[in-house]
């Protein structure tokens, strides 16, 4: 897993090299299935100091009002009151952390260097993916103390796929481990049953892996008048280098 933790930090200093589209999809809705605002959002990624920048090129959404759907296409509307204005805009903005390198939270999956240091990884075997050789491994928050919920500060739990050639991650799942992420307790301060998020990782013919689609579909309850299910949907696409750098390369055996 060191070597895997060396790979994915490489990685992220080499997606600062790439610009893309990013397409953002994210609903609200009542437990019962009712569509209460949904905001579709492309996106040209570009890179910067911090990681990178994100640079709205189009905003399609619409929420129920009095019955009927009324739709708007302007930043300015989607920061409208209500409950699920501000569930919708934050998940858009927030969940998809633009500092990250690659577009995608760098504290949601826990291989680079810094988050490894967090979890205990075993290894549940070897099988082929998307036709890749890959490493099936389960993870969870390394226990810092013999008490049940004496973790370090880690928040998922979940099963990854390693590529057993370049030693990138191909598929990464995970679900809530024993606390609510900051961020989420931040914002909503509340419950969040079936939280969790998958991502899958795409390779350029350069050999640098890049987040191409995550989603994650969860309800929110909270008091007695907060009730939804949030689905979010991210598609990364059109990567483009902008200058040559090192290559990525694979090593013998995981660890």
Known sequence: MARVAANQDRSEQLRTQYVYRQH???ASRKTNGKLMREETADYDVLPDASGSKKELKK???RYLDKGKYVSYATEAASKGDGLDAGLVNSFREDLTNEKSKDGVGRDLFPLTSSEQA???FQLLGEQTLNGRS?????FRPRRIGPAKHEWDDAEWAGEAFIDKEDFEPVNVYTKLAERIPLFV???????LPGLGFSVTYKRQPDGVWFPSSFGTEF???AVFFINRVITVSLQNSDFER???D??????????
């Open 242 to 244: 902008t200058h040559v």
């Open 24 to 26: 953002i999809h994210v």
């Open 134 to 138: 890959v490493y099936h491994l389960s």
């Open 59 to 61: 905003l399609d959404g």
């Open 219 to 221: 309800r929110i309850h």
């Open 118 to 120: 967090k979890y205990s």
């Open 185 to 191: 307790r931040t914002v909503f301060g509340t419950d």
């Open 246 to 255: 090192s290559k990525i390369t694979g090593v013998a055996a995981i660890q």
